[in-house]
Every structure is written in C-alpha cells, then in structure tokens.
C-alpha cells in the first residue's frame, strides 16, 4: 500500500501551503542523496509528495482520490523519478515565490537546488598558488655539460610575518561572521528559471568557518605578499631543447598556507656553429686535403671536451665518418653516453697556382 503524502511530509491533511513548504525543505534536506546519511529512496517519495501536495489542483485531487489519482506525473513510483521529469518548473519564481511555488533566499531548497547541479559543495578546498612558467636559455656545451641558473622572480610569497596564517602571532580564532562558522555562503543569480541561490565557499574564512580577530597587519590577512625572490635551477647534462624541468612548491604561494603552485622552466639550446646533435651523439664536419686522403694522416678535430688528434687510413672517401666514442651527450639522469661522429669531407681547391697544376696534369698519366 503506497504510503500518505502527508505522512511522507510529516504534516496534517489540513496543513497549509507554508507548512507544507517549510515540512518539504526539512524533509529533502534530511534525505538528499549526496549528503552524509541520504537516502535516495525516501528523497523520490518526499519529492512526489510535495509535487502534489504544493498544487492545489492536484491536493484537491488527491485528497478527494487519494492514490487512485496518478497526478505525480514522471516523479510517481511507477513512471520513476527520471532525474527531474518529476519537478514542475513552472511553479519557480523569480520574484522570490508565491503560494505553492518555491521560494528562494529563504534557508532550505537552495542548499538542494544548488547540490543537484552542483554549484554547492560542502568540500573545504584550499586555494592552489598559481603555476609560474619561464624560459632558460643555454650554451651547447652547457647542454652537455649542464648548468646553473639563478631566477628573478617577482611573486606571491608566504608572508614572513604570519608565516602565511593571516594572523598576527597573538590573535585567537573566532567564528566567522560572515557565514557564521558554516565556512559557506548564498549567492543569488539570475537563470532562465529566475533567480537561483547556490551555496559557495565564504571568501571571507576560505570555507574554514573561523577567522582569526586580529589580521596581519603586513599581508592583511591573505597570508601572501609580493616580493622578489632568487630560485636557483639545476639544469643536468644531456637535456633536449625545449625540454621543462618542473619544480614543485616554487611557483606563486597559495592562500592561508595552501598548496603552493609549481615553477616550469623550459629549457631552449642555443645552436652551435660547429656542434649539432642527434639522439646522444655529437656531429660535426672536418675538411681534409687530398693528399692526407689519398695517403693517410693525421688531423687535429675539434670536440666538445676539447682538440684531439684524428687519424686517417689511406684511401679515405669523402663523406667517410669515424666514431670517436665516449665524446657525445650523456644520457639524461643516465650512466652511459653518446659518441661524436666526425664526417670528413674532400677539401677541393678552388684556385692553383701554375706548379700545382703541372703537377695534377702529371697525375693524370696515372689514372689519379
């Protein structure tokens, strides 16, 4: 047997249209699904309940058929409760409410209304310090290498004087007077539907419910000031260009000693104008002349580490590449390292004086 409509509001048959209400918001909040000891069952039977009940068209009905009546449309047991097919929209009002509509501003449906959508949250949150990003530039050899900066830094920062409380060192806590220690407050704006009250965290104690008597004179309360600090970055060998380095904690500071944001430097190598790099190996080009390439010898190349000697077999083609181990770009928080690959190229002269062409014309006759 489906159970009374006023026995689910806990009212009379004779209650009128404001008992009704006040019975319905006591009802609802008590049985709210998302909050703590909801019951999602008895939230649908108090909603039927007051769809009916608040109509006087459908009480008439209701009271005259009683369950014979289906006047609860969706929200009914059997059709479901179908999110909101069962709520009457037509009944809200912009101008605060009327007999059998809602009313809003008053304590009650608002906390719900702004639940379901989720405009309200009951979560006390701390404000997260914003991030910092900025971009470091190095040196190809402080690529392999690595290197050190020292940032600049105009920014929020824990207040020195509260040490981010907001307070002065001997101030007491007191309930907030703002929210009245409930650390959540009521703003009203307007929807297609009027205007809508949601629950949001008080700016004021930052959804604590307490705020000390006495803020810091040097912050004013915000635990934060702007001042210029010096970060040092480690920057380790054997970075990729454009590659970011994240530092925790050393972004902007949060509010009354939240979570500070992080700093992200991205890190962009300069280009060398002998030195490119490939994976973990260093490039470079050395011009050799045709004699040395011809009968072999020896060069001196130059490497990231410094001038080595470079030996070359007889019979060298141009283009050839000789690995020199060990010389490239360690790996990145690694053990191993690349090697630096030397490509040696043919060096062409583009003028000759008369003894040397006599003497490339006479090795002509040996097929050289």
Not at 7 to 13: H, M, R, T
Not at 147 to 152: D, G, Q, S, Y
Not at 300 to 314: F, H, V
Request: proline fraction near 2%; charged fraction near 30%.
């Amino acid at each position: 047997m489906a159970q009374n409509y006023y026995d689910i509001l806990g009212v009379s048959k004779g209650a009128s249209d404001d008992e009704i209400k006040k019975a319905y918001r006591k009802a609802a909040h008590k049985h709210h699904p998302d909050k703590a000891g909801g019951n999602e069952a008895e939230f649908k039977k108090v909603n039927e309940a007051y769809q009916v009940l608040s109509d006087k068209a459908k009480r008439q009905q209701y009271d005259q058929f009683g369950h014979a009546f289906n006047g609860a449309g969706e929200g009914s047991a059997q059709g479901g409760f179908g999110g909101f097919g069962g709520f009457d929209f037509s009944n809200f009002s912009s101008s605060g409410g009327s007999a059998g509509g809602w009313e809003f501003g008053d304590e009650g449906f608002e906390d719900i209304f702004s639940d379901i959508f989720g405009g309200g949250t009951r979560s006390r949150r701390k404000t997260r310090g914003r991030d910092i990003q900025v971009d470091l530039e190095i040196s190809f050899e402080e690529m392999v290498k690595g290197a050190h900066r020292e940032i600049k830094l105009y920014k929020k920062t824990v207040c020195d004087h509260c040490d981010g409380t907001g307070s002065e060192p001997d101030s007491k806590k007191k309930t907030c007077p703002t929210c009245a220690g409930s650390g959540q407050v009521r703003k009203t704006s307007r929807s297609f539907f009027g205007n809508i009250s949601q629950v949001v965290e008080c700016p004021e104690c930052q959804g604590e419910g307490s705020v000390y008597e006495k803020k810091c004179k040097k912050c004013g309360g915000d635990g934060q000031i702007k001042k210029e600090e010096i970060i040092s970055v480690d920057i380790p060998a054997g970075i990729q260009n454009e590659q970011t380095i994240s530092l925790q904690g050393q972004g902007e500071a949060g509010g009354r000693g939240s979570q500070a944001g992080d700093l992200y430097a991205t890190v962009r190598v300069r280009r060398h104008e002998k030195f490119s790099r490939k994976g973990q190996d260093i490039l470079s080009s050395e011009y050799i002349p045709f004699s040395i390439a011809t009968l072999g010898g020896k060069i001196e190349i130059e490497t990231i580490e410094g001038n080595l000697i470079l030996k070359i077999p007889a019979g060298t083609k141009s283009g050839e590449i000789f690995r020199i181990k060990d010389k490239g770009v360690p790996e990145l928080h690694g053990r191993g390292r690349g090697n630096h690959l030397v490509t040696v190229i043919i060096k062409t002269p583009k003028s000759l004086s008369r003894e040397q062409k006599e003497l490339i014309e006479r090795l002509k006759d040996y097929g050289i």
